[in-house]
């Protein structure tokens, strides 16, 4: 009887350590079931193993309004210089005739720009015919507006200056000087047509008066047929 006891204990004892050794069932991190891989807190959790790694950071261009105070009026100001249209100085020669005396005329110029519509300048006007010759240096200032139109630009101008006159005249009786020289008050109007960013051609009629006079002179008119400027 003892003996039926001990055997009937030590099978229950077998059987129960055979159960403790059962392998152990895998986690939800490990591996879930098939039925529990639609749920959402699965989905979710493939969905972050899947997402790729965050790249670098882009920055955004800032537009001119965010940029710093300082920044915006450098550009600004860069902008403007490299403007082709902005004038900054310009020179050139002209050609065309004086009256009274009559002679034919060369002039040179330059235009230094204070602005976008002042400048100042020396102006070389020379006329020489078979009797005459006049030397006529002058400085300038001159005032200019841009026009626009369909076709080229337009730039209408006036100036002012003053200077003085040499005036030789050879045709003189031999009893009288041939020679004078005085001071010049000069203004006159003029155009400017662009027929490119930095070329222009245009034509100007400018009033020399002689205060003193110079030679019998009181003053003589130039008309300039034709300049050419370079504008840089």
Same mark, same amino acid.
């Given at each position: /009887?003892? +003996?039926?006891?001990?055997?009937?204990?030590?099978?229950?004892? #077998? #059987?129960?350590? /055979?159960?403790?050794?059962?392998?152990?069932?895998?986690?939800?991190?490990?591996?879930?079931?098939?039925?529990?891989?639609?749920?959402?807190?699965?989905?979710?959790?493939?969905?972050?193993?899947?997402?790729?790694?965050?790249?670098?950071?882009?920055?955004?261009?800032?537009?001119?309004?965010?940029?710093?105070?300082?920044?915006? &009026?450098?550009?600004?100001?860069? +902008?403007?210089?490299?403007?082709?249209?902005?004038?900054?100085?310009?020179? %050139?020669?002209?050609?065309?005739?004086? *009256?009274?005396?009559?002679?034919?005329?060369?002039?040179?110029?330059?235009?230094?720009?204070?602005?976008?519509?002042?400048?100042?300048?020396?102006?070389?006007?020379?006329? &020489?015919?078979?009797?005459?010759?006049?030397? +006529?240096? @002058?400085?300038?200032?001159?005032?200019? =507006?841009?026009?626009?139109?369909?076709?080229?630009?337009?730039?209408?101008? =006036?100036?002012? %200056?003053?200077? $003085?006159? $040499?005036?030789?005249?050879?045709?003189?009786?031999? *009893?009288?000087?041939?020679?004078?020289?005085?001071? /010049?008050?000069?203004?006159?109007?003029?155009?400017?047509? $662009?027929?490119?960013?930095?070329? @222009?051609?245009?034509?100007? =009629?400018? #009033?020399?008066?002689?205060?003193?006079?110079?030679?019998?002179?009181?003053?003589? =008119? @130039?008309?300039?047929?034709?300049?050419?400027?370079?504008?840089?």
């Amino acid at each position: /009887m003892i +003996a039926k006891w001990l055997t009937a204990g030590v099978l229950a004892g #077998v #059987v129960l350590a /055979m159960g403790a050794c059962r392998a152990p069932a895998p986690s939800p991190e490990i591996g879930a079931a098939p039925e529990a891989a639609d749920s959402p807190a699965a989905q979710a959790s493939l969905a972050r193993q899947r997402a790729p790694e965050p790249g670098p950071v882009r920055w955004a261009i800032l537009q001119e309004d965010e940029l710093p105070p300082d920044e915006t &009026v450098r550009d600004r100001g860069e +902008a403007y210089r490299d403007d082709p249209r902005t004038p900054h100085t310009s020179a %050139g020669f002209g050609l065309g005739g004086t *009256f009274d005396p009559d002679t034919f005329l060369i002039t040179g110029h330059a235009d230094f720009y204070l602005s976008d519509h002042v400048a100042i300048g020396p102006l070389l006007q020379v006329g &020489v015919d078979d009797d005459y010759t006049i030397i +006529a240096p @002058s400085f300038t200032l001159k005032g200019s =507006v841009d026009v626009e139109t369909a076709g080229p630009r337009l730039r209408p101008f =006036v100036l002012g %200056g003053v200077g $003085f006159a $040499f005036i030789e005249d050879d045709g003189r009786p031999r *009893f009288k000087d041939d020679d004078d020289i005085g001071v /010049m008050l000069n203004a006159g109007i003029g155009i400017d047509l $662009f027929i490119a960013e930095d070329i @222009s051609i245009g034509a100007s =009629v400018i #009033v020399n008066v002689l205060p003193g006079e110079v030679l019998d002179e009181t003053l003589f =008119v @130039s008309l300039q047929v034709l300049t050419i400027d370079l504008h840089f």
